[in-house]
């Protein structure tokens, strides 16, 4: 059973309804230009994108080369570890290297 508020509501409804509804003897355009969306990357498949030549600058001692931030995230990944003063790939670094050059071949 509805209220004579929720029929009032409803009439208003449909009045702005048919208010709006262009005559039939007109047509409505109604194509929509679809835009791309970008991307967002999460901060660990950035990482993941990096590890190849991050590893590579830091063999060849150019950690100056390596984007701001990235050994500390690499390091609480567990990617990275410190040795004696340098960094080295993890056992789990390793892995994510080897998936990472699979997929590139």
């Known amino acids: 059973?509805?209220?004579?508020?929720?029929?009032?509501?409803?009439?208003?409804?449909?009045?702005f309804f048919v208010s709006i509804r262009p005559p039939p003897s007109q047509s409505?355009?109604?194509t929509v230009e679809v835009t791309a969306?970008?991307?967002?990357v999460t901060r660990r498949e950035q990482?993941?994108?990096e590890l190849?030549?991050?590893v590579d600058s830091l063999d060849r001692?150019?950690?100056d080369l390596?984007?701001?931030g990235f050994i500390e995230d690499?390091?609480?990944l567990h990617w990275l570890e410190w040795s004696g003063g340098a960094l080295r790939l993890t056992a789990i670094g390793r892995s994510i290297s080897e998936q990472i050059r699979v997929r590139l071949k």
């Open 74 to 76: 690499y390091v609480a």
């Open 47 to 49: 990482l993941r994108r």
């Open 52 to 54: 190849l030549s991050t």
């Open 1 to 15: 059973m509805t209220t004579s508020v929720q029929a009032s509501e409803q009439r208003t409804a449909l009045e």
């Open 28 to 30: 409505i355009d109604t």
């Open 66 to 68: 390596v984007p701001e």
């Open 37 to 40: 969306l970008p991307t967002y």
């Open 61 to 63: 001692r150019r950690a």
